[in-house]
């Protein structure tokens, strides 16, 4: 069985700190993560994914197989990364392929 | 404009109505999931299909039951309703040649049954 967890519900920052979301899953396989952003009023999408190994909008995230970890980073938080941040899973085969399982969230804020 | 709808986006009802959420995606995918989300919480995957006339269930069991005969359409139903159904349900597509497999989300339902 595959599993996210969160160990963060609530993170709070000051404007130009750091911030550091964590992520940790478990999954026999080879798994392919994600990172989903719901800014308020608007709909769930798609941060970044571990295999493009990209940053976007500042903030980077890195696959730890051994640790079974994918944390996000961002050097320096801004206001208007305050959002609610899920993390996610996504099986490579069998009855998991292509669904996708979610961290339980956090809600990041960043104070001005 | 390509682009997933939900209908309706807030629904408050009466326990034993029957209930159809509606979702329509111009996206052109063949993939579709039903998530049920209760509020703060995780995202709970109940339903999915990869293409017209495939339904799975999901992760989470749940009382509805979907239909995709179109494409583009994936409305979930629940026959009766009951307060424990009280939920923010939320649609999504993507596109089955997509290997990441990145999903679209549409604004979601909020349900509340009395």
């Known amino acids: 069985a595959q599993r996210v967890t969160q160990p963060e519900k609530l993170l709070s920052v000051f404007k130009g700190a750091p911030v550091e979301l964590k992520c940790n899953y478990s999954y026999s396989g080879s798994p392919e993560l994600f990172w989903y952003v719901q800014y308020s009023r608007q709909r769930l999408q798609l941060l970044l994914r571990?295999?493009s190994r990209e940053s976007i909008k500042g903030f980077t995230a890195d696959l730890n197989k051994g640790e079974t970890s994918f944390h996000l980073k961002k050097p320096f938080a801004q206001e208007e990364d305050s959002a609610m941040y899920y993390c996610a899973l996504r099986g490579a085969g069998g009855t998991s392929y292509g669904k996708l399982t979610f961290g339980q969230g956090t809600i990041l804020t960043v104070h001005p | 404009e390509a682009d997933i709808y939900q209908t309706p986006r807030y629904l408050v009802i009466g326990t034993g109505k029957k209930i159809t959420l509606e979702c329509s995606q111009t996206?052109?995918?063949?993939?579709m999931y039903w998530y049920q989300q209760d509020p703060g919480m995780e995202l709970h995957l109940i339903h999915y299909?990869?293409?017209?006339?495939?339904?799975e269930k999901g992760d989470l069991s749940s009382e509805s039951t979907v239909s995709r005969i179109r494409t583009e359409h994936f409305p979930l139903t629940l026959e009766s309703a009951r307060p424990s159904h009280t939920s923010q349900y939320l649609c999504a597509s993507s596109d089955l040649a997509d290997s990441y497999n990145e999903q679209f989300f549409g604004p979601g339902t909020r349900l509340t049954v009395l």
């Open positions: 571990h295999i």
């Open positions: 996206m052109g995918h063949d993939k």
């Open positions: 299909s990869y293409g017209v006339n495939s339904t």
